[in-house]
């Protein structure tokens, strides 16, 4: 079956219903396009869990606290579209931003998640995550999918997400697919398309950075001076850290020596890259 591209929210509503009727399961992937191989594996996973498939592209203005980020946000809608017919994705949904925000965007209700929205992304990025829950409750809200898939990869906003659909009671599976890495470590993003060849070099540097801190605060390190050798280290070696941080998976608050299922996240500038990436791991408590 092709590709069907549709831009309003009913011919959206009538393909899941109409699947629906059917007794069809639908899998739903929300995406702001220029798609890669990280949202193919979103795509994969979403075709095993699912009968039929639907993709969104939104570049959602909503979410972009910078508004040249917002310009600059590359737009690739056939090249995304091959890419989904080869995928055997079913249903895109690419609306207008008029489509999406009818009464405008300064009159839009806003949907705001407390405590896991603060700090990491939330501290740097005021209003990013208002701007995701907002966009992210409205496509599901539109779609009436079965299951939503994300990417770990936006360790917070699959945090955000479920957190959000949990406390507002919206009827979907939300599903997290783990993080899609090139052969060197470098997590996949579309942000990577702004590197230079100098920086894509340098940028698997991020993911070692994160095994090495794992592994250290395993092996019973301090967690506040391994983050410091960590940042200092990769401050010297070109990136720019925006923050670096080992927090409890449960709800993102910063790690205790008690807890035993920690995350350590990155965001860091590389050029004008503002690349982001995370790795969890257990910490298995000696008893004495
Ligand atoms: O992760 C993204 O691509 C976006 O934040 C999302 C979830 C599609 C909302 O615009």
Known sequence: MSL???????????????????????GFVPTMGNLHAGH??????????????????????????????????????EQDQALLTENSCNLLFAPTV????????????????PDVSMGLCGGSRPGHFDG??????????MAQADKAFFGEKDFQQLAVIRKM??????????VGVSTERNSDGLALSSRN????TEELALAPALY????EVATAVQQGNDFVTTLEQTQQRLNKQGFKVDYLSLCRVSDLKPATADDDQLVVLIAAFLGSARLIDNLPFPLNRTSD
């Open 208 to 211: 070692k950075a994160l095994q």
């Open 132 to 141: 995701v829950a907002t966009v992210v409750t409205k496509l599901l809200n």
């Open 40 to 77: 193919m594996s979103l795509i994969k996973q979403a075709k095993k869990h699912c009968d039929l498939v639907v993709a969104s592209i939104f570049v959602n203005p909503l979410q972009f606290n910078d508004k040249s980020d917002l310009t600059n946000y590359p737009r690739t809608l």
């Open 98 to 113: 008029d489509e999406m925000y009818p009464n405008g965007q300064e009159s839009q209700t806003i949907v705001s998640v």
């Open 4 to 26: 069907l591209t549709v831009s309003t929210v009913s011919e959206l509503r009538e393909f899941v219903q109409h699947a629906k009727f059917k007794g069809l399961s639908v």
């Open 193 to 196: 398309g702004y590197l230079s």
């Open 165 to 174: 659909v949990a406390d507002l009671c919206i009827p979907v599976d939300i």
